[in-house]
Nanobody, 120 residues
Framework: QVQLVESGGGLVQPGGSLRLSCTASGRKFTAYTMGWYRQTPGKQRELVAS???????HFADSVKGRFTISMDNANYTMYLQMDNLKPDDTAVYFC??????????????WGQGTVVTVSS
């Protein structure tokens, strides 16, 4: 079992910055990927960014150049630095964790979500 603890959401003005963090605890894995999804009412859930334990990252086109993602492998903690935030970034952000133990892949685990509101 893996547990996820998210933090860092809040209210920020357009052009501002926020940093989200997500810490995974529990079972250890030989490889894993962590990511952030976001969802707003009436819209499909969107993968914002992800990072593998080897450092490979992926970003949605809508956040490229504004968001960065990093990982503290020693503490299983992922960070999402969000700069130049726009009102369209307003959403509930969910942390995810997907682990592999040798050849066995475990189901993806989701966090509770943290709210990001970008508004003046």
């Amino acid at each position: 079992q893996v547990q996820l603890v998210e933090s860092g959401g809040g209210l920020v003005q357009p052009g501002g910055s926020l940093r989200l963090s997500c810490t995974a605890s529990g079972r250890k894995f030989t490889a894993y990927t962590m990511g952030w999804y976001r969802q707003t009412p009436g819209k499909q859930r969107e993968l914002v960014a992800s990072i593998r334990d080897d450092g490979i990252t992926h970003f949605a086109d809508s956040v490229k150049g504004r968001f960065t993602i990093s990982m503290d492998n020693a503490n299983y903690t992922m960070y999402l630095q969000m700069d130049n935030l726009k009102p369209d970034d307003t959403a509930v952000y969910f942390c995810t964790f997907k682990g592999t133990l040798f050849v066995a892949t475990f189901p993806e685990v989701w966090g509770q979500g943290t709210v990001v509101t970008v508004s003046s």
